[in-house]
Nanobody, 119 residues
Framework: QVQLVESGGGLVQAGGSLRLSCAAS????????MGWYRQAPGKQRELVAT???????NYADSVKGRFTISRDNAQNTVYLQMDSLKPEDTAVYYC?????????????WGQGTQVTVSS
């Protein structure tokens, strides 16, 4: 089992910045990739960014050049630095961890943190 606790959401004006954090605890030795997803009202949850244990990253086209994902393996924490925020970035942001064990993969999710960008 993996527990994920997010923090750092809030209200910001367009053009501003926020930094999200996600702390993992529990069976963290099996965690491979971690990432951030978001879900806006009336829309499906979508990938924002992911980072592997080897620090390989992947970003949604909509956030490339504005968002940066990073990982502190010693602290078991993943961060999402969000710059040049736009109103369309408004959503609930969820932390995700993929744990690999005995050839199977398991997805874990945080409770979500609200990000609201005003125009």
């Amino acid at each position: 089992q993996v527990q994920l606790v997010e923090s750092g959401g809030g209200l910001v004006q367009a053009g501003g910045s926020l930094r999200l954090s996600c702390a993992a605890s529990g069976s963290i030795f099996g965690i491979n990739a971690m990432g951030w997803y978001r879900q806006a009202p009336g829309k499906q949850r979508e990938l924002v960014a992911t980072i592997t244990s080897g620090a390989g990253t992947n970003y949604a086209d909509s956030v490339k050049g504005r968002f940066t994902i990073s990982r502190d393996n010693a602290q078991n924490t993943v961060y999402l630095q969000m710059d040049s925020l736009k109103p369309e970035d408004t959503a609930v942001y969820y932390c995700n961890a993929v744990l690999t064990y005995a050839g199977d993969s398991y997805n874990y999710w945080g409770q979500g943190t609200q990000v609201t960008v005003s125009s």
